[in-house]
């Protein structure tokens, strides 16, 4: 079992900034690719951005040049640096990892943080 705690969400005017962290704890052999997904109401879940476990960095276009991905492997942790916020970045942000736990491949997520960004 793979415990994940989100933190750093909350409210930002427009242009402004947030830290988002996500600490993975449990059972974890390996800890392979690990991501940021986001949910603004009525819309579908999209994936914000992804980073392998060599620190190879993917983002969806609509946050390329505003927010960073990284992460730290001796923690498990992985971090979202958002920039010039706008108020369609506002959503639920929920941090997903894929890991092996010694037995199987898994996938685990957190249970998601609000990001409000005012106009």
């Known amino acids: 079992q793979v415990h994940m705690v989100e933190s750093g969400g909350g409210l930002v005017q427009a242009g402004g900034s947030l830290r988002l962290s996500c600490a993975a704890s449990g059972s974890i052999f390996r800890m392979n690719a690990m991501g940021w997904y986001r949910q603004a109401p009525g819309k579908q879940r999209e994936l914000v951005a992804f980073i392998t476990s060599e620190g190879n960095s993917n983002y969806a276009d609509s946050v390329k040049g505003r927010f960073t991905i990284s992460r730290d492997n001796a923690k498990n942790t992985v971090y979202l640096q958002m920039n010039a916020l706008k108020p369609e970045d506002t959503a639920v942000y929920l941090c997903?990892?894929?890991?092996?736990?010694?037995?199987?491949?898994?996938?685990?997520w957190g249970q998601g943080t609000q990001v409000t960004v005012s106009s």
């Open positions: 997903n990892a894929y890991y092996h736990s010694g037995v199987r491949p898994e996938s685990a």
